[in-house]
């Protein structure tokens, strides 16, 4: 036959098939002679009437694209890799976070993390426990380091994985190609990676902005004899890269009413693939697509310590689609699956997952309205049963010519499953499940809240000192005045999310950037960040030993400062340090505008000497991978502010106010620092204008200890 002779949708899927496919994707199914020059918008798509020819020709596709991979599969079949194919809820986590950790019991609090999932959307499969980014670049500490500096250390993090074994769940931890920067490590990624997670017992590695996670990773935790799943961030730019990365995270392209087929889906269907989607307020799309591939999903609420929580429809939703998985993953791996089978009504999309004893098929209302009555075709078998598996019911199909037509309710933007079991077979939790269903969709999905709602933070408070009238030795007086407090965070990531950065008492909630006229009251500040000498005399004089003390004063020796250090400015000390300190010495920590008034005054100034930059006012940075001794506090008089503070800017990063809320602890820092490590845009940023600060989260104060920050005191004037 030529090519002239061929149906239009079959010259169609040529079409398609000549042009290199990067993406995550396939081309959508169409059969509108001309396309795709002359579409006129998905809505006039025939899908049913291209399907047939779609899946013949990428199945032919297919073939010869495993064929010139050199593709082995053995990997799945692999038992200690099994789980992977049923890993369908994923969830990033945030080691800070407060249902994790309990900082006051100073305790892993594991149960309670999940036990908060379980209840509000069915729980999680496996977990990424995320302790890296992004506060790493505040110091020389790199990825491994830090996960050595969480509390209890390694032996830690060892019990909290075994926490989250116990309660079935798999655990990944992350690998960073691009930190670089930080100190070296000593040995390749992929040895210290492998390392690491057969100490602690991990199961997987998230291999963070990786494409493809590398061979090598594979190889070295073969050599360890400790089997891990690799997990990309993105598609695999190298197909063959399928053969050893057995998960990956999904990518969606923008909404639209035609849902696209998963690559890697297609090429390997027992591949998982957990779509995320961190920033989504309204899931409904990520949902359809997963639903409609038989793919997984990342359940990431805590966004960087921005806290995006699932509406209580996605978490209804979630609940419902995590259900049907769990009780059939069997048929969501079969080779045989089929995308655009035969649906009924227009932009209904559905799957069929076939074995030899069940078939399931997944359904979507891709409508802003309710359907009813008939919605699939399918080919009958004589004695088959059909369950509408959505809802937990029995169907009666509508037989004719060997074809069933199968009718059931589907909700406006919802869902809907068929299961077919074949003559003779057993599904012997059938019943119970189908009773489970009736239960769980009692309650319509578009009934639940659909709103977004920002959690509220609270500012911790900060106790006056004891008036002083008179100037304190070696502080300056800060006259009371109007001041215009202005500042915007640079988190690197957030955009101007409603929730993004810190909510200071005055506003309704959490934003990234902030204006509001203050009446400041007088008060005295130190002139210099407190120094070695100082932080010295305090230990002498209180013998003061912190509950945690890891990474405590970490650069002493010997219990004090190393000589020629006496002058500057003290780090490794925690929040909770510096607040000791300053209480011993009847002082308390500066709320963060009134260190931007001390360094500002009321000129609205961007560096504390004026508009300009001078790069002679600070230390020269430090781009090399570990710390140098910070500068002396009065080694920059040129720093001063116009009240004569000094060292505001570029040696050592300032304590000022904390935050918390619900699930997160976060310290505003002032001041930036003099260490700038290389090679990403990903290390915590530097905020050297007097209108920026920095967003540090809060775990354990071993953690939260740094080589760049500092602090320094106020007194309230009398």
Excluded at 3 to 10: F, I
Excluded at 304 to 324: C, E, Y
Excluded at 360 to 366: A, F, I, K, Q, S
Aim: one cysteine or more; charged letters at 20%.
């Amino acid at each position: 036959m030529s090519k002239s002779q061929r149906a239009p949708a079959t010259r169609i899927a040529e079409f398609q098939l000549s042009h290199a496919r990067n993406g995550p994707h396939l081309p959508l199914p169409v059969s509108m002679p001309g396309w795709p020059f002359q579409t006129i918008g998905q809505w006039k798509q025939d899908v049913n009437a291209a399907a047939a020819a779609w899946r013949r020709d990428f199945r032919e596709w297919r073939d010869e694209h495993l064929i010139r991979m050199g593709y082995n599969g053995a990997n799945y079949e692999r038992p200690e890799f099994q789980w992977t194919q049923r890993n369908f809820v994923h969830a990033q986590m945030m080691v800070e976070d407060r249902f994790f950790y309990d900082p006051v019991k100073r305790r892993y609090t594991v149960d309670r993390y999940l036990d908060d999932l379980k209840q509000r959307y069915g729980g999680i499969d496996s977990v990424l426990i995320w302790y890296v980014y992004p506060n790493i670049g505040i110091d020389d500490r790199n990825q491994f380091d830090l996960a050595a500096d969480l509390p209890g250390g390694l032996a830690g993090l060892k019990c909290a994985v075994a926490d989250f074994h116990r309660r079935g769940v798999k655990v990944f931890i992350p690998t960073k190609p691009w930190d670089s920067g930080t100190r070296p490590q000593g040995v390749p990624d992929w040895e210290a990676v492998a390392r690491l997670a057969k100490l602690i017992g991990a199961d997987g590695v998230n291999g963070d902005t990786y494409s493809g996670v590398p061979r090598a990773f594979f190889d070295a935790a073969e050599k360890l004899r400790h089997p891990l799943v690799f997990e990309p961030e993105a598609v695999p730019l190298s197909d063959e890269a399928l053969a050893w990365n057995l998960q990956s995270w999904g990518k969606l392209l923008p909404d639209q009413i035609v849902l696209p087929v998963s690559k890697l889906k297609w090429l390997e269907p027992r591949h998982m693939s957990n779509t995320e989607n961190r920033w989504g307020r309204d899931r409904t799309n990520d949902f359809h697509y997963i639903f409609f591939n038989g793919s997984g999903y990342n359940s990431w609420e805590n966004i960087w310590g921005v806290w995006n929580q699932f509406t209580p429809r996605d978490a209804a939703a979630l609940r419902r689609i995590a259900h049907l998985y769990r009780n059939f993953p069997a048929p969501l791996v079969s080779a045989d699956w089929e995308p655009y089978a035969h649906t009924c009504q227009h932009n209904v999309f559905a799957s069929m997952f076939p074995t030899k004893t069940i078939t399931l098929w997944t359904v979507v209302n891709r409508n802003e309205y309710d359907l009813t009555g008939a919605q699939l075709q399918v080919d009958h078998r004589d004695g088959r049963k059909y369950y509408d598996a959505w809802h937990g019911t029995e169907l009666t199909p509508r037989v004719q010519a060997g074809q069933a037509t199968l009718a059931f309710p589907l909700e406006s933007r919802g869902f809907g499953a068929v299961l077919a079991v074949e003559r003779g077979a057993s599904v012997k939790h059938l019943a119970g499940f189908l009773r489970e269903r009736r239960t769980l969709t009692r309650t319509p999905l578009q009934s639940l809240s659909a709103q977004w709602h920002c959690l509220p933070q609270q500012i911790t408070p900060i106790k006056a000192t004891r008036p002083k009238a008179r100037v304190p030795e070696g502080m300056v007086s800060i006259p009371p005045g109007e001041f215009e407090f202005r500042v915007t965070g640079v988190e690197i990531e957030g955009y101007t999310w409603n929730g993004q950065d810190v909510q200071y008492p005055w506003e309704p909630s959490p934003r990234r950037s902030h204006l509001h006229r203050l009446k400041l009251a007088a008060f005295h500040i130190d002139r210099f960040p407190v120094t070695h000498a100082q932080f010295k005399a305090f230990l002498v004089a209180t013998r003061y030993r912190p509950a945690d003390a890891h990474n405590f004063l970490r650069d002493w020796k010997r219990g004090a400062p190393p000589r020629g250090w006496e002058q500057k400015p003290v780090t490794w000390v925690s929040l909770e340090d510096a607040r000791a300190y300053a209480a011993w010495a009847g002082k308390r920590l500066p709320h963060e505008w009134e260190w931007q008034y001390a360094a500002q005054g009321t000129d609205g100034r961007l560096y504390p000497w004026g508009n300009d930059w001078n790069s002679a006012n600070v230390p020269a940075p430090n781009r090399g991978r570990t710390l140098v001794p910070a500068a002396n506090v009065d080694a920059h008089p040129g720093g001063a502010s116009p009240f004569g503070v000094m060292d505001l800017v570029g040696n050592v990063w300032q304590w000022t106010d904390e935050f918390q809320d619900a699930h997160t602890r976060t310290a505003v820092l002032r001041g930036g620092s003099a260490y700038h490590p290389q090679t990403s845009h990903w290390y915590f940023p530097q905020a050297y204008q007097l209108d920026q600060h920095g967003k540090y989260l809060l775990m354990s104060p071993g953690k939260d200890r740094s080589g760049m920050v500092g602090f320094r005191c106020v007194v309230d004037a009398g």
